[in-house]
């Protein structure tokens, strides 16, 4: 993939607590992206109680299909439930459009049984069924602790490493773009604006938190792990990363708003 493409994560809880109404703020989210020429919505999981369901997921791909667009369902495979919704979602992608993001699932979701299961062969496996039943579908494999099978699975399957952004990020970049067959893809936490709402400082706070800064390590966690600034400093840090090989960015708001959507695709517009 030689052309740069953006996108947007959410998480489900934000979207409201019913399916209609996580629906509803899709397809929404899904024609202002679609405007503003971002071509991603990444889908993130939470907890089970949180989550969208495959047949949602299906009725979004129907909403949106007229679109020029590919709304990406995260699928962690320690949880307990991921081979019934891996079933249920393949059979959702193998009828066209969509793609399928695997990770390895954060632990602050998952119960102690869960924690245990050994992610790597799970992934793999996931992988090559994905490519069995819908040999065409967006396929991304999450990086984080899990960078061998990422790599594995974009030599076997064509997935596409997704790996989180930081600035001292170079070796593992470095070894992704080198061994990867695919693209390279980012994601990260941003804000984009003179100066940082609280509400928003708490949201990435708790996200480079649990990255592994506390404390005095606070500052310098926020500064090496999200991005925030005006639009022109995001746009030059994301060149950098274009220029290091990344082909798709996905940007995590720490504030959702159609002003930091829009936002966010100016900055990457280069």
Known sequence: MDVF???????????????????????KLANHLFREKMKFLVIDSEREMDDITPSTYNLLLEKTA????????????????????LTEVLDVVACGGGGVCLVAGNPAYLDEDERRVKAGHQILAAAEMLRLKAPKTLLLVGTEKMVRPALEASRRYGAIPFTLYGVDMGCELNRLVELSDNSVAVYTPYFIGPYLPREALDVLRGYVSRRGYQGDGMALGLERLTLAGGIEEIREKVRRLWSSGVNIVVGYPALLSPEQISALARALEF
Do not use: I, M, Y
Not at 67 to 72: H, I, R, Y
């Open 5 to 27: 493409q953006s996108g947007l994560a959410v998480k489900p809880s934000h979207l409201g607590a019913g399916q209609k109404e996580k629906l509803d703020n899709l397809v």
């Open 66 to 85: 007229h679109l020029n667009f590919t709304p990406v369902l995260t699928l962690p495979v320690r949880r307990s439930d991921f081979h019934d919704r």
